[in-house]
């Protein structure tokens, strides 16, 4: 490789420079920024009490064990309800393309509980579930965490399977095409074909809904089912002490820290590879 | 004679725009047909209906002595026998070479994935991509990529093979290398019915030439003959366009 020219090399320095007074510029307007938040919120007149009961070492500390044993029943939730969700959306979203009369009833089926739970509040859905099946006397006795999770499948599968349709359909008509001139079936096209473009189209939609669902499992804990919640409500009601809600919300947050770090660089990479190196 | 494709009054309309008029056209064993016209003409039209991706209004389509244009027979199973190559490849860009390649050959000839894939690589070898065989689709030039899509409708042994402007969309250079392999496909015995816009190419290659304007078949014969001595105005005001009637 030959030398840059003196030319290039005045443009890198002059790209370096830039770049370093703008990384003091931000580190400044950071700290800045950072003091006035701190010294507000300080100087405020209720903020020694706020502290006391929101901010407490020594009641985080009591908290954490039982916060942390409601965290596994969250964990098991969320990983129990992505699976269920995932395998649903994507027959309902299946089921939806179908064309024909004779699959009418069907996808007008599909197509009222996608906008039937679309629009119904989680929580309502959780009161409804949790408390109304049982109430049937049908199924036998279940523990509140199955319900919850049973509620949180049904309102997810709502969106995540429109995200699937709109994957499928973003696939060119023509790889449909191509794959049913080999003579592969509908049902085999959709599987082999279309179906893994649209994954991979859809991929950084489905990563946003699944750290959405990471901490709505929280809500769970309506229905009585001892979740980190649950636990740090209970640890509340002993001291009337609010320090245990934020060590739960805490929890949540470096649960769903990992999947956001995830959803960004796959779809940094996905924008990356599709700007083909262009600089703007 | 025992035609292995036969069609008979097909006509096609899309809405109020009859785009095929009525088409008798056959087509006999190892024959190498050239649909020549003009954009809209029907010729592609005409390629869809045959392997039924599109429904014809009216006429009838015989395979090999079965009426394919019959909604009794099962769909699948005739576009099976029939293999297609587009003018924009529609290769699998999630799918490597060989797996686009073997696709069909596993999932609708139950061929077994050893089988497929030697098979599939041996055609890959055969037309100088072998060393290709892993790579995915976007990592070929144009020209490869419509190579590879001619295997993937080979592969399965295909009694007839459909050619819908293959070069149309490639770059000048690459268009040599594809009509390499259909002049190859041809020494074989494949039977070819192919829409073109290459007059050079289906002169050399083809059996008969087939012009169709405004979805009627206007003249049809031997290469030789119909660009020398076309007899219908509308033939020769179109080879004129083209510059292609010298020679």
């Not at chain 1, 095409?177 to 994954?199: D, E, I």
Request: hydrophobic content about 50%; aromatic content about 8%.
């Amino acid at each position: 490789m030959t030398a840059p020219s003196a030319l290039e090399l005045e443009r890198r320095a002059y790209r370096a420079r830039r770049s370093r007074r703008s990384i003091w510029v931000s580190i400044a307007s950071t700290l800045v920024f950072a003091a006035l938040i701190w010294v507000g919120v300080v100087s405020t007149p209720g903020w020694h009490s706020v502290q006391q009961s929101f901010f407490d070492p020594g009641e985080a500390w009591r908290a954490v064990p039982s916060v942390l044993a409601g965290l596994w029943l969250n964990i098991r939730v969320l990983f129990a309800s992505a699976a269920c969700v995932l395998v649903l959306s994507i027959l309902l979203a299946a089921l939806r393309t179908l064309r024909g009369a004779v699959f009418f009833p069907l996808r007008a089926a599909v197509a009222i509980y996608t906008d039937l739970f679309r629009g119904l509040p989680l929580l309502i859905v959780l009161y409804l579930v949790g408390f109304g099946i049982p109430a049937l006397g049908f199924f036998p006795r279940m523990p509140a965490g199955f319900w919850g999770t049973v509620a949180l499948v049904i309102t997810y599968t709502a969106y995540v399977s429109e995200v699937f349709r709109a994957g499928m359909e973003a696939v060119h008509p023509s790889q449909r095409l191509a794959a049913r001139s080999l003579g592969l079936r509908y049902w085999q096209s959709l599987r082999l074909v279309v179906l893994p473009q649209a994954l991979r189209k859809v991929t950084p939609a489905l990563m946003n809904d699944f750290v959405s669902l990471q901490k709505d499992v929280g809500l769970i804990s309506v229905l009585g089912a001892v979740d980190a919640v649950r636990a740090a409500q209970i640890q509340v009601s002993l001291n009337y002490n609010f320090t245990p809600y934020l060590v739960a919300g805490l929890c949540f947050v470096v649960l769903a820290v990992p999947m956001i770090r995830l959803t960004d660089w796959y779809s940094a990479r996905l924008a990356r590879r599709e700007q083909m190196g262009s600089v703007v | 004679m025992s035609a292995l494709l036969s069609l008979t009054g097909i006509r096609k309309s899309f809405g109020d725009h009859e785009v095929l008029a009525g088409i008798d056209l056959e087509l006999a064993q190892h024959e190498v047909v050239a649909l020549i016209g003009a954009s809209g003409s029907g010729k592609s039209t005409l390629l869809r209906c045959v392997n039924l991706l599109e429904r014809i209004d009216d006429g009838r389509i015989v395979l090999a002595g079965e009426d394919i244009s019959d909604p009794r027979v099962d769909a699948d199973g005739v576009r099976a026998r029939i293999g297609v190559v587009f003018q924009h490849y529609n290769l699998f860009p999630h799918l490597s070479v060989i797996d686009n390649v073997t696709l069909a050959a596993r999932h609708v000839h139950r061929m077994s994935k050893a089988d497929a894939t030697a098979k599939g690589l041996a055609l890959l070898e055969r037309i100088g991509l072998g060393a290709k065989a892993r790579d995915y689709p976007d990592r070929l030039s144009g020209g490869q990529q419509q190579r590879v899509a001619i295997v993937r409708a080979l592969v399965t042994d295909p009694a007839l093979l459909l050619l819908d402007e293959i070069t149309s969309a490639l770059d000048p250079e690459l268009v040599g290398e594809v009509l390499d392999l259909v002049r190859s496909l041809k020494e074989q015995g494949t039977t070819i019915l192919m829409a073109t816009h290459e007059m050079d190419f289906a002169r050399e290659v083809a059996d008969r030439v087939v012009f169709l304007d405004a979805g009627t078949i206007v003249e049809q014969g031997a290469p030789d003959a119909f660009f020398d001595h076309p007899e219908q105005e509308r033939t020769k005001r179109f080879l004129t366009r083209l510059g292609a009637r010298r020679r």
